[in-house]
């Protein structure tokens, strides 16, 4: 069974960074795809980051390109979101997810619906 334990989340003021942290047990896939998802009260939820092996990429959502960063350790156990410059926008809960192959060519980067395991969230909140 997979499972996906978030942490890190918090409270922070603006122009400050947080670094979430995404423990991924029994995934035993031969491959993948990881990602970040937010979502704010009232909001949908939206793609913050997604990073996958192979020739999949990185991909980021346009209103954290050039400050968050999303990364992996080489086991794939456990996936990051460094956070930094946060903005009281990006206030919401943060979701690690994981999307298990096969991926096809019509893939939607950053999509949640091509997601099929999330774990609980981990709230964020930033102060101006």
């Known amino acids: 069974q997979v499972q996906l334990v978030e942490s890190g989340g918090g409270s922070v003021q603006a122009g400050g960074s947080l670094r979430l942290s995404c423990v991924v047990s029994?995934?035993?896939?031969?491959?993948?795809?990881m990602g970040w998802f937010r979502q704010a009260p009232g909001k949908e939820r939206e793609g913050v980051a997604e990073?996958?092996?192979?020739?999949?990429?990185?991909y980021y959502g346009d209103s954290v390109k050039g400050r968050f960063t999303i990364s992996q350790d080489n086991g794939w156990n456990t996936l990051y979101l460094q956070m930094n410059r946060l903005r009281p926008e990006d206030t919401a809960m943060y979701y690690c997810a994981a999307d298990p192959p096969p991926y096809g060519w019509g893939r939607r980067p950053l999509s949640a619906a091509e997601y099929v395991y999330w774990g609980q969230g981990t709230q964020v909140t930033v102060s101006s």
């Open positions: 990073i996958c092996a192979g020739g999949y990429g990185t």
């Open positions: 029994g995934y035993t896939y031969s491959s993948y795809c």
